[in-house]
């Protein structure tokens, strides 16, 4: 059984540019959730996805924004970015509203 | 709103030390408990999940606590060994909408010295 893995690992952008992180949930696994993490901060929840619909959002703004595919794998999209955008962010798969299972993060540095 | 709190936010003993970490949470109406690890600059390990309905679960030398009535978790690690430095964070769900989100408490960092 794979596990969730996460791409790239590592990604340098610059104010006002876009990006666009992945995941690829784990084996079985129909829910993708999305966190950021700022240094020395617990994950904050960004949105979820539930059969390729958003079905609940964190405190972020419009910019951040996602994608979930038929096969349940997902992208997270931010715009215009800021530097306060810096930040591990984490992808984490379930069935349903079960456990949560975490990927390895991408570490996204915004200069 | 939930809140999820860790103190201290960090710890350094020697090897061999038995260590209690505490978690503690605002909204006593919660389903299960989630222990984490996290390594420098990687992604979440889960450790240990507990049911409301268990008061304990046990994972090799991880031993976590659930008192939902007063709102605290401890995490026990015994004989504690220099790989097991690293951040501890425990996390609560909380529906959203028709989501369920984790909220995290900023995390635990644990040092211990060989």
């Known amino acids: 059984e794979t596990g969730v893995t996460q791409s790239p690992t590592h990604l340098i952008k610059t104010r006002g540019q876009q990006v666009t992180l992945r995941c690829s949930s784990q084996?079985?696994?129909?829910?993708v959730s999305w966190y950021q993490q700022a240094l020395g901060q617990g994950p904050q929840f960004i949105f979820q996805?539930?059969?390729?619909?958003?079905?609940g959002r964190g405190n972020f703004p419009p910019r951040f924004s996602g994608l979930q595919f038929p096969n349940y794998s997902s992208e997270l999209n931010v715009n215009a970015l800021e530097l306060d955008d810096s930040a591990l962010y984490l992808c984490?798969?379930?069935?349903?509203?079960?456990?949560?299972?975490f990927g390895p993060g991408t570490r996204l540095t915004v200069l | 709103k939930q809140e999820v709190t860790q103190i201290p936010a960090a710890l350094s003993v020697p090897e061999g030390e038995n260590l209690v970490l505490n978690c503690s949470f605002t909204?006593?109406?919660?389903?299960?408990l989630q222990w984490f690890r996290q390594d420098p600059g990687k992604g979440l390990t889960s450790l240990l999940l507990?049911?409301?309905?268990?008061r304990e679960q046990t994972s090799g030398r991880l031993n976590a606590s659930l008192d939902k009535s007063s709102g605290r978790s401890t995490l026990y690690i015994a004989a504690s060994q220099p790989g097991d430095s690293a951040t501890y964070l425990c996390?609560?769900?909380?529906?959203?909408?028709?989501?369920?989100?984790?909220?995290f408490g900023k995390g635990m960092k644990l040092t211990v010295n060989p």
């Open positions: 984490a798969s379930s069935r349903s509203n079960r456990e949560q299972f």
């Open positions: 084996s079985g696994h129909n829910t």
């Open positions: 996805y539930y059969r390729e619909e958003e079905n």
């Open positions: 909204d006593s109406a919660i389903y299960n």
């Open positions: 507990i049911q409301s309905s268990q």
């Open positions: 996390a609560v769900p909380q529906l959203k909408g028709g989501s369920e989100k984790l909220v």
